[in-house]
């Protein structure tokens, strides 16, 4: 004890030697060290306290069960993938001369021309035979493409000066051949298509253009093809969008795109009749706003974006694909109470509304019945765990409009189709990054909403494309009734 003693008379100044002012001054000195250690450590206790809570965090996120496409939002493209087993050796040989019985593609109904093998000697003996003693071996189609290279049309037009009226004149040019670009409709149909359906780069298209077609086209001069496409299909995006200001029902979803180095986003509101798609710097509910322009639809089908919730519609249905990815998740969290019933509850009302085509109405409306008796039993239950807590508080809110599709077949029970919609533009944003310019934007979402419409009137991508370029009519083939 002597040691430690000795040590704290050193580190204390003699008191004995210091006046009334000196210490005070050490005692204020000693005052303020006091003051900034409690500082310090309140200060360390505070950290201490953050981190211990930012560690918990990050304990129950461990536990907490991955996300992918079989529990929320997450495209499948992005899910870890399993090794395949490997597939078994196959017993035997394969004939590749032979094939299996039945294989091989259908015969071409309408061939363009036909070649009818006879033999006339006997390949084996060299004996004559007839025609008569032969029977059909085998019929198969052989295919080749016809070389292709452009067809070029010169137009002569001539113009003068009218003796009569002092006027200059130019004569008129058939329709489709009027000065200006030097590629038609065909070429812009084709430029369009591979451009908008297989997400090919202007460098490439350039390149396909000299290789199968023969046919010189700079990358610029892609660039003032689509210009110059664009104001037909705007044209056309107006016709689809009176349509869509006109639907009863309204299926509508919104995806992420870069536009010029910034975050935009592509819309689609579709039906099974048309499909619109937009692209807006804005998620909110303004661009509902501007595309329904008053339109107010009986129907919205969407997910619960909040701008989607504030949708114009009279009735909304949920998108029960999510509601199901919702509740997976929470099953997988270790919610064993309440998630799990409301799952079996979503897919039984689902599988309802695949069988309406077979079920009677009486049994229609018993059913109807019974799902509402359900899901209020679903929701007087109490789950503990925290994802069940905040299904149960969202169904709470949301039960009204839940199974909307069980008293109205027209309703479909997923918003799906608008997210297939949006594969195309995926895929599009994966090869060429983002869009450089605003009308390059605008051109897509154009050319997409005519491919995906044309799909719905039964055409295909390269159809679709046609019509909207047709300088004749309508794109729609009818007036709706």
Same mark, same amino acid.
Request: glycine share 6%; charged share 25%; net charge positive.
């Given at each position: 004890?002597?040691?430690?003693?000795?040590?704290?008379?050193?580190?204390? #100044?003699?008191?004995?030697?210091?006046?009334?002012?000196?210490?005070?001054?050490?005692?204020?000195?000693?005052?303020?060290?006091?003051?900034?250690?409690?500082?310090?450590?309140?200060?360390?206790?505070?950290?201490?306290?953050?981190?211990?809570?930012?560690?918990?965090?990050?304990?129950?996120?461990?536990?907490?069960?991955?996300?992918?496409?079989?529990?929320?939002?997450?495209?499948?493209?992005?899910?870890?993938?399993?090794?395949?087993?490997?597939?078994?050796?196959?017993?035997?040989?394969?004939?590749?001369?032979?094939?299996?019985?039945?294989?091989?593609?259908?015969?071409?109904?309408?061939?363009?021309?036909?070649?009818?093998?006879?033999?006339?000697?006997?390949?084996? =003996? %060299? *004996?004559?035979?007839?025609?008569?003693?032969?029977?059909?071996?085998?019929?198969?189609?052989?295919?080749?493409?016809?070389?292709?290279?452009?067809?070029?049309?010169?137009?002569?037009?001539?113009?003068?000066?009218?003796?009569? !009226?002092?006027? +200059?004149?130019?004569?008129?040019?058939?329709?489709?051949?009027? #000065?200006?670009?030097? &590629?038609?409709?065909?070429?812009?149909?084709?430029?369009?298509?591979?451009?908008? /359906?297989?997400?090919?780069?202007?460098?490439?298209?350039?390149?396909?253009?000299?290789?199968?077609?023969?046919?010189?086209?700079?990358?610029?001069?892609?660039?003032?093809? &689509?210009?110059?496409?664009?104001?037909?299909?705007?044209?056309?995006?107006?016709?689809?969008?009176?349509?869509? *200001?006109?639907?009863?029902?309204? !299926?509508?979803?919104?995806? %992420?795109?870069?536009?010029?180095?910034?975050?935009?986003?592509?819309?689609?509101?579709?039906?099974?009749?048309?499909?619109?798609?937009?692209?807006?710097?804005?998620?909110?509910?303004?661009?509902? *706003?501007?595309?329904?322009?008053?339109?107010?639809?009986?129907?919205?089908?969407? +997910?619960?974006?909040?701008?989607?919730?504030?949708?114009?519609?009279?009735?909304?249905?949920? =998108?029960?694909?999510?509601?199901?990815?919702?509740?997976?998740?929470?099953? +997988?969290?270790?919610?064993?109470?309440?998630?799990?019933?409301?799952?079996?509850?979503?897919?039984?009302?689902?599988?309802?509304?695949?069988?309406?085509?077979?079920?009677?109405?009486?049994? $229609? @409306?018993?059913? *109807?019945?019974?799902?509402?008796?359900? $899901?209020?039993?679903?929701?007087?239950?109490?789950?503990?765990?925290?994802? %069940?807590?905040?299904?149960?508080?969202?169904?709470?809110?949301?039960?009204?409009?839940?199974?909307? &599709?069980?008293?109205?077949?027209?309703?479909? /029970? /997923?918003?799906?189709?608008?997210?297939?919609?949006?594969?195309?533009?995926?895929?599009?944003?994966?090869?060429?990054?983002?869009?450089?310019?605003?009308?390059?934007?605008?051109?897509?979402?154009?050319?997409?909403?005519?491919?995906?419409?044309?799909?719905?009137?039964?055409?295909?991508? @390269?159809?679709?494309?046609?019509?909207?370029?047709?300088?004749? %009519?309508?794109?729609? #083939?009818?007036?709706?009734?």
């Amino acid at each position: 004890m002597s040691e430690p003693n000795a040590t704290f008379c050193l580190l204390v #100044p003699d008191l004995t030697t210091l006046s009334d002012e000196e210490k005070d001054a050490l005692i204020v000195k000693l005052w303020s060290e006091t003051v900034a250690l409690r500082l310090e450590v309140e200060h360390l206790r505070n950290l201490n306290t953050a981190l211990e809570r930012r560690l918990s965090e990050l304990e129950n996120k461990l536990n907490q069960p991955p996300k992918d496409s079989s529990n929320s939002s997450i495209p499948p493209s992005k899910d870890r993938k399993k090794n395949k087993p490997a597939r078994p050796a196959r017993k035997g040989v394969r004939r590749a001369s032979i094939g299996r019985k039945g294989g091989g593609r259908p015969l071409d109904p309408n061939p363009d021309q036909q070649i009818h093998a006879k033999a006339k000697t006997c390949p084996h =003996c %060299g *004996r004559g035979v007839s025609e008569a003693e032969q029977h059909l071996h085998a019929v198969y189609d052989k295919i080749e493409v016809p070389p292709v290279k452009p067809v070029v049309t010169r137009v002569h037009q001539y113009g003068g000066h009218c003796g009569s !009226c002092d006027q +200059d004149y130019v004569s008129p040019v058939p329709r489709g051949m009027e #000065p200006g670009s030097p &590629f038609g409709a065909s070429i812009q149909a084709l430029a369009t298509y591979y451009r908008y /359906t297989h997400a090919i780069s202007y460098e490439r298209l350039s390149r396909m253009f000299a290789d199968l077609y023969n046919l010189l086209i700079s990358e610029g001069a892609l660039a003032n093809l &689509f210009l110059s496409t664009k104001n037909r299909i705007d044209d056309r995006t107006a016709e689809i969008l009176e349509r869509i *200001r006109s639907s009863r029902l309204i !299926c509508s979803d919104e995806t %992420g795109v870069r536009v010029n180095g910034r975050n935009e986003w592509e819309w689609v509101f579709q039906n099974q009749d048309v499909c619109i798609h937009v692209i807006r710097p804005s998620r909110g509910s303004a661009v509902i *706003r501007e595309v329904m322009a008053g339109h107010r639809p009986k129907i919205w089908v969407s +997910d619960l974006l909040k701008s989607q919730k504030n949708n114009p519609a009279e009735l909304w249905q949920v =998108c029960l694909a999510h509601q199901l990815r919702d509740c997976e998740y929470a099953v +997988d969290a270790g919610d064993s109470i309440f998630a799990p019933r409301m799952k079996r509850i979503l897919l039984r009302a689902i599988a309802i509304h695949r069988r309406r085509g077979t079920l009677a109405q009486s049994t $229609l @409306y018993n059913y *109807r019945l019974n799902m509402k008796t359900r $899901l209020h039993e679903c929701l007087t239950l109490e789950p503990s765990q925290a994802d %069940g807590i905040r299904l149960k508080k969202r169904y709470l809110d949301l039960k009204e409009n839940l199974f909307l &599709f069980l008293e109205d077949p027209t309703i479909p /029970t /997923t918003n799906n189709s608008s997210e297939q919609a949006f594969r195309m533009s995926k895929l599009f944003m994966k090869v060429t990054n983002c869009f450089r310019s605003q009308w390059g934007k605008e051109l897509f979402a154009g050319a997409r909403s005519v491919i995906n419409t044309g799909k719905r009137q039964g055409l295909n991508a @390269y159809q679709a494309i046609k019509r909207a370029l047709s300088p004749f %009519g309508s794109f729609f #083939p009818s007036q709706p009734g």
